[in-house]
């Protein structure tokens, strides 16, 4: 995937399988993780675009030194080039777009939506949102209640700590607006697993069908 002034970023684009396109999925890793690794957004990759989707498997940023105080900072300055970039490319393709984020990338993901430095999403599924330090994790709270796009949230009993942390918290901020586009759901099958894997995106299938794509 190409941007400007940058290295080609790696990227995987996969069309729709089915003669309905659904629509286009951005598919988006924790931090660090290369989009060849066999872990959920390669399955995803390949499950959704079997059911309709055109998928688009970014490659997230390195791992960030969280022992320097701008990592997250930083982390998004990098993040925010490569969802732009990869923007630009769905909109050229049929259908709306679902932006799928994982770990850091999702809380980073959805603190670019709320600071406005990327257009609203059509819809966002989070899986086990996190920023590894406290008050700044503490702030993921704070967007579940200012959303105001189609939200997907998984959780698992094997998320991280920084992550369990506010998993009751992000429900209670989210449905304060009495809204019918949330939607959290626990993953209680511990990756990888082919069904979980399977679980997961008739999950995120079946959200897409209730909002009516």
């Known amino acids: 995937m190409q941007i400007s002034g940058q290295s080609p970023v790696p990227a995987l684009l996969r069309y729709s399988e089915e003669v309905r396109t659904v629509g286009n999925a951005v ?9 060849v690794s066999p ?6 990759r390949r499950s959704l675009a079997a059911l309709g989707w055109n998928t688009l498997l970014i490659e997230p940023p ?18 925010v080039t ?4 990869a923007l630009e490319l769905t909109a050229g393709l049929k259908g709306r777009t679902l932006i799928v984020a994982e770990g850091l990338s999702a809380s980073t993901t959805m ?3 709320a600071d406005g430095e990327l257009p609203q999403p059509e819809a966002l599924v989070l899986l086990s949102p ?15 209640g200012q959303s105001q796009y189609p ?8 998320d991280n700590r920084w992550a369990q942390s506010t998993v009751e918290q992000r429900a209670v901020a989210a449905r304060k607006q009495v809204r019918l586009d949330f939607r959290q759901v626990n993953l209680a099958v511990q990756p990888p697993n082919d069904s979980g894997q399977r679980w997961l995106t008739r999950q995120i299938h079946g959200w897409i069908d209730h909002l009516g794509w």
């Open 39 to 44: 872990y959920q957004m390669m399955y995803l």
């Open 111 to 113: 603190k670019l939506f």
């Open 27 to 35: 598919l988006i890793p924790e931090a660090g993780k290369q989009v």
């Open 151 to 158: 939200l997907l949230d998984f959780y698992t009993p094997f």
């Open 62 to 79: 390195s791992w960030p030194d969280t022992q320097d105080s701008k990592f997250w900072l930083n982390y998004r300055l990098e993040l």
């Open 82 to 85: 490569r969802l732009k970039a």
């Open 130 to 144: 996190y920023v590894p330090e406290v008050a700044q994790n503490q702030e993921i709270i704070g967007w579940f």
